[in-house]
């Protein structure tokens, strides 16, 4: 129910849906779940714009990720991690989570590697052109 009303862009009504199954996963000692619930709200508060909340929650689903050696749900969060520092700019770091996650796709074999390769692919093109808007300006000063 969380997911509808988060693709739906109910937010908070998301957020209480989540929170309520993340309270249950714990009680169960499930970390798949508490992995998976914490990513999602790491999603919600990402397409919110809250970008330091999704960070800490998707380095908590991360850490659970590790835990249970799950290489295709921590190559996920890399992604979504990925994502969250190319829209806050910070490209360098943004490739470097593109890259291991990639990685990690291409040694699964995983359908995702074309995804996270296309993003790789468009944020070096948009890095090569603010350097080359960079190079210009400079160029027009002297």
Not at 77 to 96: C, D, P, R, S
Not at 102 to 119: A, C, H, M, T, W
């Amino acid at each position: 129910l969380g997911t509808i009303h988060s693709h739906q862009g109910n937010y908070e009504e998301a957020v209480k849906l989540y929170n309520q199954s993340l309270r249950t996963f714990e009680e169960l000692g499930d970390k798949s779940g508490i992995a998976s619930t914490l990513h999602q709200l790491g999603n919600i508060h990402s397409h919110q714009g809250n970008y330091e909340e999704a960070v800490k929650l998707y380095n908590q689903s991360l850490k659970i990720k590790e835990e249970l050696g799950d290489k295709g749900l921590i190559a996920t969060t890399l992604a979504q991690l990925g994502t969250i520092h190319e829209e806050k700019e910070e490209h360098e770091l943004a490739l470097q989570f593109y890259f291991t996650a990639f990685k990690v796709f291409d040694i699964l074999g995983s359908p995702y590697r074309e995804l996270v390769q296309k993003n790789i692919e468009r944020l070096e093109g948009k890095m090569r052109e603010k350097e080359e808007k960079k190079k210009k300006k400079w160029w027009k000063i002297f």
